[in-house]
């Protein structure tokens, strides 16, 4: 099913959904739209990656909030005023801000303890930690095998891509990386998986199911969690906003089908 521009839809009931979820993005020269004491925001743009890990959070723990989607190649001037890098995701609450994904979801489980997504083992989480800040090998690889244009590069941050990968095959052991239960690790690293099918398409990465059987079949449970089934996006609209973001176009106002939003 597809949006096809209605405001008003039956689905928006959801405890965690927002109707400024379905809000164009905000551009330059928008007006803020005003806050309601009490009420958590979250600023976010429909395809980033960033944001979706702290939307997991959210919807894991079905903490009621607002989505505020900004347009970040026109960015409203009230953004820099909530993060002087002008990046999303923002949560603001009150007179409280705090931006980075991976400090926003340490925020909302710090503040939002239950279905904590977090191990209370210290060296699990120790080891958890590790892989969430190798994650940023895969994310240079990834970046610059897709952005580049110079074809060396590119063959290169494909093989590195596939290399640090290849970790995380590894290292999977239980059902989720964080044991039996989904976790922090899980829903950090899951944006960029749910479009790995779509990036190997562009990139000719080779995620097959031979090469990573344990994340291939991690991706399926992943599926099956509410927090991805409510903010995953299917292959051909990754496919196109990935394809107007390497044209340097973003195209932010790409339909998405409702149930996802
Ligand atoms: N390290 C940041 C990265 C966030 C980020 O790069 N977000 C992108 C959107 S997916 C952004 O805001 N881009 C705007 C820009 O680069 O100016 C985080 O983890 O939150």
Request: net charge positive.
């Amino acid at each position: 099913m597809w949006l096809g521009g209605s405001k008003q839809l039956p689905f928006l009931q959801g405890k965690a959904r927002s109707v400024l979820d379905l809000d164009t993005h905000k551009f330059h020269g928008s007006a803020l739209p005003p806050l309601t004491p009490g009420r958590l925001r979250l600023y976010s743009m429909k395809f980033c990656p960033f944001a979706q890990r702290t939307r997991l959070v959210l919807v894991h723990k079905n903490i009621p909030h607002e989505v505020i989607n900004v347009n970040l190649k026109h960015k409203p001037k009230w953004l820099f005023e909530k993060n002087p890098k002008g990046l999303v995701p923002i949560l603001e609450q009150d007179n409280r801000i705090v931006f980075e994904s991976l400090i926003c979801d340490e925020y909302l489980e710090d503040m939002y303890p239950e279905k904590p997504l977090r191990p209370s083992d210290p060296y699990i989480k120790a080891r958890q930690n590790i892989l969430e800040g190798y994650f940023e090998q895969v994310l240079r690889s990834l970046y610059s095998t897709m952005f580049t244009r110079n074809p060396e590069k590119k063959l290169r941050g494909r093989e590195n891509l596939l290399k640090s990968l290849e970790i995380y095959e590894t290292e999977l052991e239980g059902k989720f990386y964080g044991g039996d239960e989904v976790g922090m690790l899980d829903f950090h690293l899951w944006p960029w998986i749910e479009r790995i099918y779509t990036i190997s398409h562009i990139t000719g990465l080779e995620f097959s199911v031979e090469k990573f059987p344990k994340m291939n079949a991690w991706i399926q449970r992943m599926y099956q969690t509410p927090a991805v089934k409510a903010t995953a996006l299917p292959g051909e609209v990754h496919a196109a906003f990935l394809k107007s973001l390497m044209d340097r176009s973003p195209n932010y106002e790409i339909e998405v089908p409702a149930s996802r939003l």
